[in-house]
């Protein structure tokens, strides 16, 4: 296996902006004329954007529904198995991508603030409240976000995994 295959398996997101510039590069010294370089690595850096877009929408979905397991308690009642598996569900995903793309836990870290706002406004319609129901500031870090264990009474120790 050559070093570009094994970045390819190991990180995924770094792969894809590493070919891009070097198409780029192959295509500024007219290497394979035929081949539309441009808009090859185009669509390579566009995989990379499609990663980040996932991690954007699991992170929202996962804070929405810890916003209201932590904030609408009752609601859980009705709702508690629905977001329980929900909640690990997009923790998995989340946990899986980062696996898969080491050098995206960075942008999952930037993005965390803005996406808890929106998420904020999320969990507010979907519970029928007002936003200011729950906290402008994130009530949680990304860390305890992603930990299976937190919070302590969302999973017994049997579910986490």
């Not at 070093?3 to 390819?8: K, L, N, Q, V």
């Not at 994130?138 to 302590?152: E, M, R, S, V, W």
Request: aromatic share 10%; net charge negative.
């Amino acid at each position: 296996m050559d070093r570009s295959s094994a970045a390819y398996d190991e990180d995924f997101y770094a792969w894809t902006q590493a070919q891009a510039q070097e198409l780029r590069r192959a295509g500024a010294e007219r290497n394979n004329a035929p081949v539309d370089w441009e808009n090859v690595a185009e669509e390579i850096e566009g995989m990379g954007r499609s990663q980040k877009s996932e991690i954007d929408s699991h992170l929202r979905v996962l804070l929405t529904h810890l916003l209201k397991w932590l904030f609408c308690p009752d609601l859980r009642e009705r709702c508690e198995r629905g977001w329980q598996r929900t909640i690990r569900e997009q923790r998995d995903r989340l946990v899986d991508e980062i696996a898969a793309s080491p050098s995206l836990r960075p942008y999952i870290a930037a993005v965390f603030d803005r996406t808890y706002r929106k998420a904020r406004l999320d969990a507010a319609d979907e519970a029928d409240t007002p936003d200011g129901h729950f906290p402008a500031e994130p009530a949680f870090t990304l860390d305890q976000a992603l930990d299976p264990a937190y919070p302590a009474e969302l999973f017994p120790p049997e579910w986490r995994v």
